[in-house]
């Protein structure tokens, strides 16, 4: 290859050189603010994870996995994660093998170094001693070829998001379509500026060939200029106009997965973690779709995608309206293809909001509840009793206390177990903080837990056994119980079947099970009801089940949405549940039971219900 | 006179509209799904305010309208609109072309299960006012201890003036049911005591005041003013009952041997059905919609559909079998109108 | 002057003199307060009604009665569990009511 132009250079290459210095200069900046944002305990694990060798193979091969391939979109839909990868691995390509090519081909690079890899074509002539170019020339066009592929499906989602898939995706704001549009046709141009140089510069299959056809028409070179330009202008536009649109996403979520892998959470609701979450959003849209909210229309605009834009935009009434009116149920975090955590994102919006006046606990004297759980306290030392059989303390909470059925049921099979146990809270007791914590008022929750930490302690029980999911989320992730096993009834109930200690009689009846949010997606506890259910009857399946479950639109995670308007959301839930028509719904929170009761066909159950009925 | 008119549902509306049209002339047709006459009433033992047999009102009632075609366990299958009458295909194979429809479709006692927090059908000395009803009528409960029967509460507004339980209305009686229910349990155990626990108390009707008089001062039954929120059960299956006294604004906690549950009446599910069908409106209690609720309760906005008793909304039996003669003579007008 | 005793103030009730411009706001927040109608199912079922004698049901009849401090006093210890929201029969919001009081009403009132 041999250079075209003494100087090596042109105007045109202007917009470019601009635009990238432009966003590299603001993608820097926001990074350095962003890390002086963190707390400084977070920041220096932050530091210390990029020198750890096991963080830092871990950072590449997601940045890898996730940025250029895009696997999890993968995983949720083929056509979509060819459209992703093969536009961020193609672009990605393109430019890795640009710049192999010009190291190559050219010395002395010097400013030049700034657009020779993007604007190479125009500069040089092919001479007739590079053979061993035509692999990069393949290569150049075939990557070309891939990312054109994805900017066709691009624009075909565009019009017709359903053959994606999807149903509905996001309206894009104007400078998104400025964005998008820029984006779009950056690879088109560049196919056109390099076809027209083609039989100067040399080209490959796509490039060359399409160099004869223009020839055809166009056989001056003079035109080939209008052609860089339009190329240059499209790649300048589109890096001026990057900060502001949706495709901030790329710079920032390559700061996003270390954060992440160095495990640093949300504290500022609006800095550090969080500012990074919001800007490495996409507004891809799944989270629309999966948003149980989403079968009203009115409320499309409060999903995570939409709470992103208008943080960005600092619009505080909108964001107050979407955070205050989510379910929590925390379905969008658990679908989002770049890990943007809808929920805890909201919960750190409420809990900046400014009030007069707030309760207080500390007048709350525990020791008439302590005296009520001293089952297995035998004498004034606390001495516990020493029998060899399990203590269990059983905390219903307030949701169990309004269906009694549950409390019922599960004092049955535990004593059909032979499990000597204490109901924590028979007379009503002291909310497990969840749902304060819920409401963003973390000081208060904590005062809550520490009130229950108090009674429990003093128990003298090892088992803390819960029936609801609310409780059993807080207690595994705020609560400090030493020596105390915390522990679902699900799980325990799988645990008793599974030890032999319960026999359970399978009967002709086919259950479906549904995932509470808080039990599934909040703690993780998919596998151990169905176990219990299988051994019950026949358990079917729901359309969308585990990860995926949608809410039954009772949750306490809504501050705003009333009780009228929640209906839509149950009726949704109960049709998703009822796709392998199953005779009875059986779920594993109070919340969820009492909720779909009231709009069910259907018997709805606690799974402690159908324990009771056929174990002995 | 060939006249065919059908009447759908065989409960107290149903029976003295047949009762009247067969004194009319006409030879009207009963459809009942169930396998007796007489509806709600009949599983009834007395009625207030005078407390007069539910049997003897049942049992004339029938008597009178014996000569009408009555299918029993017999439900509608489909309605068909023909040009200006109705097909009308039955279960049992029948099917009748009818220019005039007479809806006395009546209501549904709300079910009480669907109250969680009220455990009926989890403890075993929660009840609803018909089981009660049927024990007056039978003697036989495995709920009711003859031997031990200290306190009883009667919950009022149970799936009634409650969005929860979707059923927003008030169901009319059940204040006057429950205080008499009340008394009859005082008479039976004079020792217990007897709580009600409302929420407003609405005696509306012909001696319903002297009968509320007659339970504080002659029978001492103690009233409540706060809704029940929960019921709890303790070791010897007792069952505790949380309330708020709103009067004194203090939290009440009794322990009882006995609570009764004031089931509400919401619209009939088959009402529904059969609306369906016939493409009547549902108004917005999900009730049947007349075509005005003042002047025309008994006219549905279709030509040659009548309504009578509790399908267009809660009423008590006198009302009930006032539309239904209404009812009756609606029709032998209309009827002279067509010819 | 001084006669060695004080008439005690009324305890009645003036709602000439009451000052309903917060509750006005209030209501404009969440327009459901007015639906309440005194069931008291929610201070039956309230945790914290044992220990600060809350009722939300008290709380809307004391806020329209110009007893703001009493009312803010009730809700010292609410847990904002949601069981009065489960419980009301006429559907209200109770919690964001709670936390919309906090909002608008202060702790120290006169």
């Known amino acids: 290859m041999r250079e075209r132009f003494l100087t090596g250079y042109n105007d045109f290459v202007l917009p470019f050189v601009c635009g990238m210095i432009f966003v590299l200069i603001y993608c820097l900046v926001g990074l350095v603010r962003i890390i002086l944002q963190l707390p400084a305990e977070d920041r220096k694990r932050f530091f210390i994870s990029l020198v750890t060798p096991k963080t830092l193979v871990k950072n590449i091969k997601d940045i890898f996995l996730k940025c250029l391939i895009h696997v999890d979109i993968w995983k949720r839909n083929k056509l979509l994660g060819y459209m992703h990868s093969s536009i961020a691995f193609g672009w990605f390509m393109l430019i890795v093998v640009g710049h192999i090519e010009v190291m190559l081909y050219t010395s002395r690079l010097g400013l030049k170094a700034l657009y020779y890899p993007i604007f190479f074509r125009y500069f040089v002539a092919e001479t007739e001693s590079t053979m061993k170019g035509s692999l990069i020339f393949f290569l150049m066009d075939f990557f070309l070829l891939v990312v054109l592929s994805g900017i066709a499906l691009a624009i075909i989602k565009r019009v017709r998001s359903r053959l994606f898939g999807m149903r509905r995706t996001t309206n894009p704001s104007f400078l998104d379509l400025i964005g998008q549009y820029s984006l779009w046709s950056i690879f088109p141009l560049r196919l056109l500026a390099e076809s027209f140089t083609a039989d100067i510069s040399g080209g490959s299959f796509l490039t060359k060939s399409l160099n004869y056809v223009f020839t055809e028409f166009l056989s001056n070179h003079a035109n080939m200029l209008p052609a860089w330009w339009a190329y240059s202008c499209a790649l300048g536009i589109f890096f001026f106009v990057l900060p502001f649109t949706r ?177 924590m809270d028979k007379d009503g007791g002291i909310c497990c903080g969840r749902p304060m914590f819920m409401a963003g008022r973390f000081a208060q929750a904590m005062q809550l837990v520490e009130k229950n930490t108090e009674i429990i302690m003093s128990s003298g029980a090892d088992t803390l056994l819960l029936s609801c999911p609310i409780c059993y989320k807080i207690f595994l992730e705020k609560y400090h119980l030493p020596g105390i096993e915390i522990i679902h009834h699900t799980e325990y109930f799988e645990r008793l079947i599974l030890s032999g200690r319960l026999k359970v009689r399978k009967e002709a009846v086919r259950y479906v099970y549904h995932d509470p949010c808080e039990l599934g997606r909040g703690c993780g506890v998919y596998e151990q009801p169905r176990t219990v259910l299988s051994a019950a009857g026949e358990l079917v399946e729901a359309a969308k089940n585990r990860k995926e479950s949608i809410c039954c639109g009772g949750s306490l995670g809504s501050l705003t949405l009333g009780f009228e308007k929640r209906k839509a959301m149950t009726e949704n839930a109960l049709n998703n549940l009822v796709a392998d028509s199953p005779e009875r719904i059986v779920t594993a929170c109070p919340l969820c039971m009492s909720t779909f009761n009231r709009y069910a066909d259907r018997p709805v159950e606690d799974i402690a219900m159908v324990l009771d009925r056929t174990a002995y | 006179m060939k006249e065919n008119i059908v009447i759908v549902g065989g409960g107290i509306a149903g029976l003295e509209a047949a009762a009247q049209l067969l004194d009319l002339g006409y030879k009207p047709i009963i459809i009942e799904k169930s396998d007796h006459l007489g509806g709600h009433v009949a599983d009834w033992n007395c009625l207030f305010p005078d407390m007069s047999p539910a049997k003897d009102v049942v049992s004339s009632l029938i008597a009178r309208s014996a000569e009408a075609n009555i299918f029993l366990n017999t439900e509608i299958s489909f309605v068909n609109k023909l040009k200006d009458s109705y097909n009308i295909m039955l279960s049992n194979g029948i099917s009748i072309i009818t220019r005039i429809l007479l809806m006395t479709t009546g209501f549904s006692l709300f079910d009480a299960s669907k109250k969680e927090e009220y455990g009926y059908g989890i403890y075993d000395q929660v009840m609803t006012n018909k089981d009660l009803e049927h024990w007056f009528n039978t003697g036989d409960d495995k709920r009711i201890n003859n031997s031990a029967m200290n306190a009883v509460g009667f919950v009022h507004c149970v799936g009634s003036r409650d ?41 509306f009707g012909k001696k319903y005041e002297d009968f509320y008089i007659n339970a504080q001062r002659d029978y001492g039954i103690r009233f409540i003013r706060g809704r029940v929120s929960e019921v709890g059960e303790n070791i010897d299956g007792r069952v505790i009952v949380k309330a708020e006294d709103t009067l004194s604004g203090k939290p009440v906690k009794v322990t009882l041997d006995l609570l009764v549950l004031m089931a509400g009446m919401v619209c009939n599910p088959d009402s529904t059905k059969v609306a369906n069908m016939a493409s009547l409106p549902i108004d917005s209690d999900g009730f049947l919609k007349s075509r005005d609720n003042v002047a025309d ?25 006032a539309e239904a003669r209404a009812a009756a003579l609606k029709i032998y007008l209309y009827i002279k109108g067509l010819e | 002057m001084d006669f060695g005793f004080r008439i005690s103030p009324s305890s009645a009730i003036n709602l000439d003199k009451v000052n309903l411009e917060k509750f006005e706001e209030l209501h404009r927040i969440e327009p459901d307060v007015y639906k309440c109608m005194a069931c008291g199912s929610c201070s039956s079922t309230c945790p914290a009604n044992r220990y600060s004698g809350m009722s939300i049901r008290k709380v809307i009849l004391a806020l329209q009665r110009g007893k703001e401090k009493e009312a803010v006093a009730m809700m010292r210890n609410c847990m904002l569990c949601g069981k009065c929201t489960m419980v009301c029969p006429r559907g209200i919001n109770t919690r964001h009511l709670i936390l919309s009081i906090c909002r608008i009403y202060e702790e120290d009132v006169k």
Do not use: W
């Open chain 1, 247 to 423: 495709y901030m996403h790329i710079p920032t979520e390559i700061l996003l997965i270390p954060f992440r892998n160095a495990g640093i959470k949300i504290v500022n609701a609006r800095k550090g973690f969080a500012k990074a979450q919001v800007y490495s959003c996409p507004s891809c849209g799944l989270c629309i779709d999966a948003c149980p909210m989403g079968v009203l229309k009115g409320n499309i605009k409060d999903t995570t995608v939409y709470l992103n834009r208008q943080i960005r935009r600092n619009n505080e009434t909108r964001i107050e309206e979407i955070s205050d009116k989510c379910l929590l149920c925390g379905k969008c975090t658990a679908i989002c293809p770049v890990g943007v955590e809808g929920d805890k994102l909201r919960i750190a919006q409420r809990a900046v909001r400014k009030y007069n006046f707030g309760p207080d606990y500390s007048n709350i004297d525990v020791s008439e509840e302590i005296q009520r759980c001293n089952k297995f306290v035998t004498n004034q030392n606390n001495i516990v009793s020493s029998s060899d059989n399990e203590k269990v303390l059983y905390f219903g909470g307030c949701m169990t206390a309004l269906t009694p059925a549950i409390m019922k049921a599960t004092g049955s099979v535990l004593e059909k177990a032979g499990i000597e146990f204490e109901i």
């Open chain 2, 163 to 203: 969005e929860k339980a979707r059923n927003p209305q008030c169901s009319k009686v059940c204040c006057i049911t429950a205080i008499k229910q009340a008394i009859e349990l005082k008479q039976k155990f004079p020792d217990a005591m007897v709580y009600c626990f409302y929420m407003d108390l609405r005696m």
């Open chain 2, 297 to 321: 309760i008994i006219e549905s906005p279709k030509d040659g559909v009548f309504y009578a008793g509790a399908c267009t909304g809660p009423k008590t039996v006198p009302e009930t079998l």
